[in-house]
């Protein structure tokens, strides 16, 4: 079936790294998303990374995908209070690659 | 270069009525996918739009049903509405060839009384 989970909260103090886990169910496609939500706002893709890849950096971001466990994991380098915000992994699933979500990561950064 | 925009940004509604919320896509892009986010949840997909035809569709009712216009843009419309359709609905545009990279707009906030 298809499955995203996530957990649900973390929290962090300013300059330390954050890192959000998720794991999945068999995806159709060979591209798998971070997506970053502020309150009140749509989604930002801050990122993806091709299936056949392991490891992703993108300035502060580093991206890992362990495609035996069906693991990806999003960490943060320096977390700033601007990073506070839910991040959600999207996993493409169908011939057509609907997203399907988690429910998303809250990460709280403070001083 | 505009991103996706929608319209409108809030929108309230009682049981039972109807409503229609707008979608323009990303410049070039001719794929128009529509999400829910109930609040506290990630976004569900509801359905998604290819040269004015309903592609592929989620687990919603027939309640729910959609448009593509010849210039790409979309519409998302819901009849007799409920309390449970209240929702941040989030329209996303991509290019059918390529890496499906979508792009999101900032939403439309519905609330159904």
């Known amino acids: 079936g298809e499955d995203v989970e996530q957990s649900l909260f973390l929290s962090v103090r300013e300059g330390d790294s954050s890192v959000i886990n998720c794991t999945y169910t068999?995806?159709?496609?060979?591209?798998l998303y971070w997506y970053k939500q502020e309150p009140g706002a749509g989604l930002q893709l801050l990122t993806y990374?091709?299936?056949?890849?392991d490891m992703k950096q993108d300035q502060r971001l580093t991206v890992l995908l362990n495609k035996k466990d069906k693991h990806l994991s999003l960490r943060i380098a320096d977390t700033q209070t601007g990073d506070s915000a839910i991040y959600f992994c999207?996993?493409?699933?169908?011939?057509?690659?609907?997203?399907?979500f988690g429910a998303g990561t809250r990460l709280a950064v403070h001083p | 270069d505009a991103g996706v925009t929608q319209s409108p940004t809030h929108l309230i509604k009682t049981r039972g009525q109807q409503v229609t919320l707008r979608c323009s896509p990303k410049?070039?892009?001719?794929?128009v996918s529509w999400y829910q986010q109930a609040l506290g949840q990630g976004p569900q997909f509801i359905f998604q739009?290819?040269?004015?035809?309903?592609?592929q569709r989620g687990n919603f009712p027939d309640r729910f049903s959609g448009h593509q216009f010849p210039n790409y843009s979309s519409e998302l419309n819901v009849n007799a509405l409920l309390l449970g359709d209240s929702a941040l609905y989030l329209c996303?545009?991509?290019?059918?060839?390529?890496?499906?990279?979508?792009?999101f707009g900032p939403g439309t906030r519905l609330t159904v009384l």
């Open positions: 996303a545009s991509s290019l059918i060839q390529g890496d499906n990279e979508q792009f």
């Open positions: 068999d995806s159709s496609s060979t591209y």
């Open positions: 990374i091709f299936s056949n890849m």
């Open positions: 999207a996993a493409p699933y169908g011939g057509y690659n609907k997203l399907i």
């Open positions: 410049s070039g892009h001719d794929t």
């Open positions: 739009y290819y040269e004015e035809e309903e592609r």
